[in-house]
């Protein structure tokens, strides 16, 4: 009996043990979750950039115009972003410095003004995007772009000058989560899927000048020279170090395959829906098509509330990070909340991106989805500055000590690097020569 009473005991402990083992695991679990959403935010919000008003145009167009032919570009855009986010990334939380910063320290005042004139001018670009994708979002309501667009503007500079843009800046950021509508609506429309897998496994491509003005829009639109930049000052600024960089590497990761998956559902809803009838997206409307089989008869509305929250957001962004990004690399003084004597770089920046945005967006019988795509290109074209200008930094062992770029790492990066510089030539050859690469 006693043998019995002992034995019952000895189970009690041992299932004690497990279940103290077990809570010791759960608690650890969570405070690794914890701990990642806690840092979550430099990644996942830069990646996710990418899908502004530009983004949406760009990848639209790519499912209408070729269909499913175009999906394999997305596993190496992945790689490469991924990559080139984790670089900069890596470079804020060992240095404790922006890229502008690095940039004017490293290599003098030349190398500092050709990259932060080629940040310029691809932002410029990009911010002229985001006013044109508040056009096309308000004019989907019937509201013309020669009213919404001077009242967007004029009210994110006040927003963001008086300091108050990240009170709303939520509101714009959930209202872009609409297009999350995209993978729904990917499902409902009932693609090939088999000619998806086979897509995305077997790459194609074409010297036409159409083929790699598109081609060179993807790149654009997914690796930004802007995304660079911004992913490395909110590094930063969250005061993240190498102790706790682990978790912001995931944190890159994950918001890449999340950007990317975006992308993807949209080709594909597109290719289903406008490709499958011969359909082109030349207006926001057209775009909208693609939301059909989940919104019906509100999918313009339901893609204009998420395009107009997207481009506000952006357009509040973009011109703020360029202003810092040029003040700093300058040495100038800089901050939303100093006058235009104190910081007249800063400010002046800010207006002339904001007033040049706005303007150009109101042109009358402007173009908007060919506007967005080729400011993709121009992002395309300038990006090999800033990425040759990062893998200098990321590869200096006085700068980043242990943290440097591994051989096979370093091979990748120089790879993408190369691809997107010989894109650029090929693209620009194709414009100049037009005969010359048809073989």
Known sequence: MAESREAVRAAGRRLLQRGSRGVRHTVARRKRLLAYLAILGPGMITANAGNDAGGIATYSSVGAEHGYRLLWVLIPIT???????????????ITGKGLADLIRERFGVRWTALV????????????????VGIAAATELFGVTRLVSVPIGAIAIWWLVVKGSYKRVERV???????FLGYIVS??????????????????????EPAFLF?????????????????????????GITAENYSTTRADVWVGTVFAISIALFIVISTAATLHKHGL??????SAARALEPLAGIYAEKLFAIGLFGASMLAAGVLPLATAYSISEALGFEKGVSMSFR????????????????????????????????????????????????????????????????GRIYNVAAWLTTIIVTL?????ILSVLFPGLLRF
Request: charged residues 10%; hydrophobic residues 60%; proline residues 4%.
């Open 280 to 285: 082109r997206v030349d207006s926001a409307s």
């Open 186 to 207: 990917a499902f409902l429309a009932r693609p090939d899927w088999s000619a998806v897998g086979v897509s995305l496994v077997r790459p194609s491509f074409s010297f």
């Open 116 to 131: 932060m004139l080629a940040l310029l001018i691809a932002n410029a670009g990009v911010t002229v995007s985001e006013f």
């Open 79 to 93: 790689i490469s972003l991924g990559i080139v986010q984790e670089m900069c990334a890596r470079m804020g939380a």
């Open 423 to 427: 894109l650029s030539i090929l693209y």
């Open 342 to 405: 104190e910081a007249p770089v800063f400010i002046g920046v800010f207006t002339f991106l904001i007033a040049v945005g706005a303007a150009i967006a109101v042109i009358p019988d402007l173009p908007l989805i060919r506007v967005l795509l080729v400011t993709q290109v121009i992002n395309g074209l300038l990006l090999p500055v800033i990425l040759i200008a990062v893998l200098r930094l990321v590869n200096n062992r006085e700068l980043m000590g242990n943290h440097v770029n």
């Open 214 to 238: 598109t081609f060179m829009a993807i790149v654009g639109t997914t690796i930004s020279p802007y995304m660079q930049v911004f992913v490395q000052s909110s590094v930063v600024e969250k």
């Open 172 to 178: 714009f950021l959930l209202m872009s989560l609409v």
